[in-house]
């Protein structure tokens, strides 16, 4: 049996299991419109912008909502670009996005500097109902938290994450009480002289926590000191994780949402387990 004499569920299963790779992804849009009706949910499932170039390309993409004919009907599917993204990666340079926010109501998950915060909650859709992680890759200004903070409808996009996750440690922290649903909260510990109790008052703005994750970068056993700052901090509340930082790159966070990458929740949770806490 020759492929187009294939039935259609066959033909899809096997086009999108070799769409879940980016580079195959963007092969098979070239096959025929009606693979590439197929492919391109998964080519922009999970987008990094970690240069210019990649910012205003995808811009210009996202203008892009031509019909493409699907395979096995008459009828052509016409879907913007945005409505296809889950997990978004923007680092420090650019172009302006604001305009692009309101494309993508279904993020799950996004990675963005801290400076590009309140440029996000002023431009994005008053709520995400499918976000629910956000890691900040830098500190920011100073300025942030308190913008933030000045208006409560800039809150509201980040109403429903549950995953939040600082890759540098915050100059002031986010509106917490903005988040209802956070579950999980990670940050790098401040110095291995950080005591326990000092992280108190941030347990008890956060009622919904399940997990504080602190990653911690001590030398010059940064492992032995880990397990150390491990057992102290869960003795003091069993909520309170310590794991070794590791290095983060686009490629990392790549991995993690869209490939079963381990994060860093998981890497707590085997950390604490090895050491039998």
């Given at each position: 049996m020759s492929f187009p004499e294939l039935p259609y569920d066959v033909v899809e299963s096997i086009l999108i299991h070799a769409a879940s790779r980016a580079s195959t992804a963007l092969t098979l849009c070239l096959v025929a419109s009606w693979v590439r009706n197929i492919a391109v949910p998964?080519?922009?499932?999970?987008?990094?912008?970690?240069?210019?170039?990649?910012?205003?390309?995808?811009?210009?993409n996202l203008r892009l909502a031509r019909p493409q004919p699907s395979y096995g009907t008459a009828?052509?599917?016409?879907?913007?670009?945005?409505q296809h993204l889950r997990h978004l990666y923007v680092d420090s340079s650019g172009a302006d996005m604001h305009a692009m926010y309101a494309q993508c109501p279904r993020l799950e998950s996004l990675a963005l500097p801290a400076s590009r915060l309140i440029a996000f909650a002023t431009s994005a859709p008053r709520v995400f109902p499918r976000l629910r992680s956000l890691t900040v890759l830098t500190h920011g200004p100073s300025s942030v938290a308190p913008a933030l903070y000045a208006n409560p409808e800039r809150v509201r996009p980040f109403a429903g994450i549950s995953h939040l996750q600082f890759r540098a440690l915050p100059t002031n922290p986010l509106p917490f009480e903005g988040m209802p649903l956070l579950t999980h909260l990670a940050q790098p510990l401040a110095a291995p002289g950080v005591l326990p109790h000092e992280f108190d008052d941030l347990l008890a703005r956060c009622a919904a926590l399940e997990m504080l994750v602190l990653t911690a970068s001590v030398q010059p056993e940064p492992d032995t000191a880990?397990?150390?700052?491990?057992?102290?901090?869960?003795?003091?509340?069993?909520?309170?994780?310590?794991?070794?930082?590791?290095?983060?790159?686009?490629?990392?966070?790549?991995?993690?949402?869209?490939?079963?990458?381990?994060?860093?929740?998981?890497?707590?949770?085997?950390?604490?387990?090895?050491?039998?806490?």
């Open positions: 998964h080519l922009f499932h999970t987008v990094v912008l970690d240069s210019y170039e990649k910012h205003l390309s995808f811009l210009e009828a052509p599917a016409t879907i913007p670009l945005g880990c397990r150390l700052l491990a057992v102290v901090f869960r003795a003091h509340e069993k909520r309170m994780y310590v794991v070794p930082r590791t290095a983060s790159s686009p490629a990392e966070w790549r991995r993690e949402v869209d490939h079963g990458g381990t994060s860093v929740w998981e890497r707590a949770a085997r950390f604490r387990l090895d050491l039998s806490l």
